[in-house]
């Protein structure tokens, strides 16, 4: 399994940048993908998650300017962020949970991460 994001780039402050991040490979079903991002000298944090139901779960710190989306089909996961500043500066981290079959463990993949930059 690899997941394939995209998307990054250096924007200035309140702009847009819309990531994705196709999942490839052989497997059963996913559970839940989402975006993480790690900022130079801080730990990897959780910016965004959907749940294969639908269910989403955010940042405080981008709530109400980031958007979590999924297309099943193509196994892609967007994250549209709008009203980018500064602090929003990171490797972005394409992140997904999934299992090879319905009755086995789910198993953790991540991406090779989007370098994403706002300047102020």
């Known amino acids: 399994v690899q997941l394939q994001a995209s998307g990054g780039g250096s924007v200035q402050a309140g702009e847009s940048l819309t990531l994705s991040c196709v999942a490839s490979?052989?497997?059963?079903?996913?559970?839940?993908m989402g975006w993480y991002r790690q900022a130079p000298g801080k730990q990897r944090e959780l910016v965004a998650l959907v749940t294969r139901s639908g269910s989403t779960n955010y940042a405080d710190s981008v709530k109400g300017r980031f958007s979590i989306s999924t297309n099943n089909a193509k196994n892609t996961v967007y994250l549209q962020m709008n009203g980018l500043n500064a602090e929003d500066t990171a490797i972005y981290y394409c992140?997904?949970?999934?299992?090879?079959?319905?009755?086995?463990?789910?198993?953790?993949?991540w991406g090779l991460g989007t370098q994403v930059t706002v300047s102020s």
């Open positions: 992140h997904a949970a999934l299992q090879y079959s319905s009755w086995g463990n789910s198993y953790n993949f």
């Open positions: 490979g052989s497997f059963f079903t996913i559970n839940n």
